[in-house]
């Protein structure tokens, strides 16, 4: 498949590159072009100009910071794969970036790319929402951040604005007795989830869970966030039955399709299953 | 139609050349370079079979534009053997029968190069997981697991030994 011709500019700067948005009226950026390079051979996106920023230096990095973990747009999977700090701090993390995809996909896809494709079925997205990150976008006038639940704002639609490129993004440091996980149920290697559950604690000295985000995968148009789940737990001793009636009540509120990866009542039922798994896996990690 | 001027180092030999943007490095290899051991199974970044290094790191060349690989070295199956030596990989796959039609082979032998570079001496369950982005239809993975051991134990031994 042999996608439309395009004209094809690799600015070295992200000046440059913010300079050729603006200049452009239909231009799509390219990071590690995993998403959309098979668009563009669907002839799915046609657009007449690709800005290839993936010559910009300083915009791949992992680093704790000023109360954030930063990750830069740029930064690959197999970048998060082989960090540390990932491996020793933010299992979510490292959860989400072995499932996604394959080794050699992952050696040049972004987290950017992930995130800005706005693609409820990526697994980044309910990472972040658990996490709740900050994604922050750098445009003609310069940085903004964006809290991540007004980032997804429907159908792969973000609120990335055309001449905006998504830079940064910020994750509140780790702090004691905090854990995370990310289960994705998949039917095969480089599948997209049947259903993923992210789940982000935080427990108080009395073991009750004083913070918690929980993110869903490719059970909803957009990527969302399982507000009743989260309230079911918030505040409260995790006791069996209330993990039960959190996955439960994420199970109601989730809002999939049926497709060739499951029925409806399936999906549902796998992220009941998710949700009490990965609830009591990042209980165990919150140390 | 605009083209665009890039320059790859394939296998060690450099190359200039006037691209139009939206070629797939894949066909790049196969076409211009003539080099047609790197294959296309799938065309969709599902089965592997085009790998190739970029810059020591394995990718889906379907799924590059030759445009992306300007400055950047390539390595493709043709470039594995030196002097006329088989690369350990290759020796593996031929020791243990790692290949039946061999479709596959040269991609997973490029995708195994990456793996064992960052991984010298991986578990059998690292292995199966390092190759899980390529697909054999004949061989069953069992004895390309085999000829991945086989090549890691012999890289190892030839470190070990002061040449
Ligand atoms: C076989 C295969 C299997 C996959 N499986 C999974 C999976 O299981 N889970 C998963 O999450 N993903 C999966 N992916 C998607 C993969 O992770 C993508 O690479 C990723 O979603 C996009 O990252 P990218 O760097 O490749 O972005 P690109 O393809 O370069 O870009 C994607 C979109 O985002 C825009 N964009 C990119 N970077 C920026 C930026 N910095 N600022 C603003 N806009 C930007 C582009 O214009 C484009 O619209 C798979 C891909 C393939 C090919
Ligand atoms: S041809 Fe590239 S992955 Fe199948
Ligand atoms: S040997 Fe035939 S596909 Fe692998």
């Given at each position: 498949?042999?996608?439309?011709?395009?004209q094809?500019?690799?600015?070295?700067?992200?000046?440059?590159?913010?300079?050729?948005?603006?200049?452009?009226?239909?231009?799509?950026?390219?990071?590690?072009?995993?998403?959309?390079?098979?668009?563009?051979?669907?002839?799915?996106?046609?657009?007449?100009?690709?800005?290839?920023i993936?010559?910009?230096?300083?915009?791949?990095?992992?680093?704790?910071?000023?109360?954030?973990?930063?990750?830069?747009?740029?930064?690959?999977?197999?970048?998060?794969?082989?960090?540390?700090?990932?491996?020793?701090?933010?299992?979510?993390?490292?959860?989400?970036?072995?499932?996604?995809?394959?080794?050699?996909?992952?050696?040049?896809?972004?987290i950017?790319?992930?995130?800005?494709?706005?693609?409820?079925?990526?697994d980044?997205?309910?990472?972040?929402?658990?996490?709740?990150?900050?994604?922050?976008a750098?445009?003609?006038?310069?940085?903004?951040?964006?809290?991540?639940?007004?980032?997804?704002?429907?159908?792969?639609?973000?609120?990335?604005?055309?001449?905006?490129?998504?830079?940064e993004?910020?994750?509140?440091?780790?702090?004691?007795?905090?854990?995370?996980?990310?289960?994705?149920?998949?039917?095969?290697?480089?599948?997209?989830?049947?259903?993923?559950?992210?789940?982000?604690?935080?427990?108080?000295?009395?073991?009750?869970?004083?913070?918690?985000?929980?993110?869903?995968?490719?059970?909803?148009?957009?990527?969302?966030?399982?507000?009743?789940?989260?309230?079911?737990?918030?505040?409260?001793?995790?006791?069996?039955?209330?993990?039960?009636?959190?996955?439960?009540?994420?199970?109601?509120?989730?809002?999939?399709?049926?497709?060739?990866?499951?029925?409806?009542?399936?999906?549902?039922?796998?992220?009941?299953?998710?949700?009490?798994?990965?609830?009591?896996?990042?209980?165990?990690?919150?140390? | 139609?605009?083209?665009?001027?890039?320059?790859?180092?394939?296998?060690?030999?450099?190359?200039?050349?006037?691209?139009?943007?939206?070629?797939?490095?894949?066909h790049?290899?196969?076409?211009?370079?003539?080099?047609?051991?790197?294959?296309?199974?799938?065309?969709?970044?599902?089965?592997?079979?085009?790998?190739?290094?970029?810059?020591?790191?394995?990718?889906?060349?379907?799924?590059?534009?030759?445009?992306?690989?300007?400055?950047?070295?390539?390595?493709?199956?043709?470039?594995?053997?030196?002097?006329?030596?088989?690369?350990?990989?290759?020796?593996?796959?031929?020791?243990?029968?790692?290949?039946?039609?061999?479709?596959?082979?040269?991609?997973?032998?490029?995708r195994?190069?990456?793996?064992?570079?960052?991984n010298?001496?991986?578990?059998?369950?690292?292995?199966?997981?390092?190759i899980?982005?390529?697909?054999?239809?004949?061989?069953?993975?069992?004895?390309?697991?085999?000829?991945?051991?086989?090549?890691?134990?012999?890289?190892?031994?030839?470190e070990?030994?002061?040449?």
């Open positions: 498949m042999i996608p439309q011709s395009f094809y500019e690799a600015p070295a700067t992200l000046a440059k590159a913010l300079s050729l948005l603006q200049q452009y009226g239909d231009a799509k950026i390219l990071s590690g072009g995993h998403s959309l390079i098979p668009m563009l051979k669907l002839r799915l996106a046609t657009p007449e100009h690709i800005i290839d993936s010559g910009i230096k300083g915009l791949s990095y992992i680093k704790e910071q000023g109360g954030y973990l930063k990750i830069g747009a740029l930064t690959k999977e197999s970048d998060l794969e082989e960090s540390r700090t990932i491996r020793t701090r933010y299992p979510i993390l490292m959860d989400a970036a072995k499932m996604i995809a394959d080794p050699s996909v992952r050696n040049l896809a972004t950017g790319g992930n995130l800005a494709h706005g693609d409820a079925a990526n980044h997205p309910a990472v972040m929402l658990a996490l709740r990150a900050e994604i922050i750098t445009g003609p006038n310069g940085k903004r951040n964006i809290p991540v639940d007004e980032f997804f704002l429907g159908f792969f639609t973000t609120a990335l604005q055309p001449d905006e490129i998504l830079t993004i910020h994750i509140p440091v780790k702090k004691a007795k905090t854990g995370g996980a990310y289960l994705k149920l998949e039917r095969k290697v480089g599948d997209y989830a049947t259903a993923g559950v992210a789940v982000q604690l935080t427990k108080d000295d009395q073991g009750h869970i004083a913070q918690i985000g929980i993110g869903l995968t490719n059970v909803s148009a957009a990527p969302m966030r399982a507000s009743n789940a989260e309230a079911v737990l918030k505040g409260k001793s995790p006791t069996d039955e209330l993990i039960a009636k959190a996955a439960l009540a994420a199970a109601r509120e989730c809002d999939p399709n049926a497709d060739l990866r499951g029925t409806v009542e399936y999906k549902r039922a796998m992220v009941k299953t998710l949700t009490e798994r990965a609830v009591r896996l990042a209980l165990k990690r919150a140390k | 139609m605009s083209t665009k001027k890039i320059t790859v180092t394939v296998n060690g030999t450099s190359h200039s050349v006037e691209v139009e943007p939206r070629l797939l490095l894949v790049f290899i196969r076409e211009n370079l003539n080099l047609t051991g790197t294959h296309i199974g799938c065309d969709t970044s599902n089965c592997g079979a085009c790998t190739v290094l970029l810059n020591g790191r394995s990718v889906k060349s379907c799924t590059v534009f030759a445009v992306q690989a300007n400055g950047k070295n390539i390595k493709t199956i043709e470039g594995m053997a030196e002097g006329g030596a088989l690369h350990p990989l290759q020796e593996g796959f031929k020791e243990e029968h790692g290949l039946q039609c061999g479709f596959c082979t040269p991609g997973m032998i490029m195994c190069a990456d793996l064992l570079e960052r010298p001496n991986p578990t059998e369950e690292e292995i199966r997981w390092g899980s982005g390529n697909l054999c239809r004949c061989t069953g993975y069992n004895n390309i697991v085999k000829a991945v051991q086989y090549a890691a134990k012999k890289m190892q031994e030839a070990a030994v002061p040449a």
